[in-house]
């Protein structure tokens, strides 16, 4: 099951990588054909259908290795005990929200189905499904926290025992 999470990790680190390249290029391409005289309208909509996949995606990235974005001036005074605590709390209000931004992040890529991206010939929906695909993903991490601070509290009870 670890070598499943690990392939999946690889592969939406490079997921996250080739969108991120692709959107750069789309940028310059579009900054270099707009200098020379000619407009490409769909070279903007390409751009941010990539930036909606790279950011979320690269957000799940980010959470994986621990490097969102945390306040820990009151926590990093407590225990150990009670710092895995207040994590697991937190992970699991994360993982109460994530599972809201998926169901709603469902319909609402149901109700734009119909809606055509700009100048591109896609449903708007291909944009619109980069929330519950990384929230769903975010979730997966999320779990996998969860499940080591357990870990760590059952280390640190037979520690003190």
Same mark, same amino acid.
């Given at each position: 099951?670890?070598k499943i999470y690990n392939a999946f990790c690889k592969?939406?680190?490079?997921?996250?990588?080739?969108? !991120?390249?692709?959107?750069? %290029?789309?940028?310059?391409?579009? %900054?270099?054909? /707009?200098? +020379?005289?000619?407009?490409?309208? &769909? =070279?903007?909509?390409?751009?941010?259908? +990539?930036?909606? &996949? *790279?950011? !979320?995606?690269?957000?799940?990235?980010?959470?994986?290795?621990?490097?969102?974005?945390?306040?820990?001036?009151? *926590? /990093?005074?407590?225990?150990?005990?009670?710092? =895995?605590?207040?994590?697991?709390?937190?992970?699991?209000?994360? +993982?109460?929200?994530?599972?809201?931004?998926?169901? $709603?992040?469902?319909?609402?890529?149901?109700?734009? &189905?119909? /809606?055509? $991206?700009?100048?591109?010939?896609?449903?708007?929906? &291909?944009?619109?499904?980069?929330?519950?695909?990384?929230?769903?993903?975010?979730?997966?991490? %999320?779990?996998?926290?969860?499940?080591?601070?357990?870990?760590?509290? #059952? #280390?640190? #009870?037979k520690a003190a025992v």
């Amino acid at each position: 099951m670890k070598k499943i999470y690990n392939a999946f990790c690889k592969i939406e680190e490079l997921i996250c990588s080739v969108t !991120f390249i692709a959107l750069v %290029a789309a940028v310059f391409l579009s %900054a270099i054909l /707009r200098g +020379l005289g000619v407009s490409v309208s &769909w =070279n903007i909509d390409v751009a941010l259908l +990539l930036l909606a &996949w *790279t950011s !979320f995606l690269g957000a799940d990235c980010a959470f994986r290795a621990g490097q969102l974005i945390g306040i820990d001036i009151v *926590t /990093r005074k407590f225990e150990p005990k009670t710092q =895995n605590i207040v994590e697991i709390f937190v992970l699991l209000a994360i +993982l109460f929200l994530l599972a809201f931004i998926i169901i $709603y992040g469902i319909k609402l890529v149901q109700n734009d &189905w119909g /809606r055509q $991206y700009g100048a591109l010939p896609i449903s708007f929906s &291909w944009a619109v499904l980069s929330l519950p695909v990384a929230s769903f993903s975010m979730s997966i991490s %999320a779990i996998l926290k969860i499940k080591s601070r357990i870990d760590e509290l #059952k #280390k640190l #009870k037979k520690a003190a025992v």
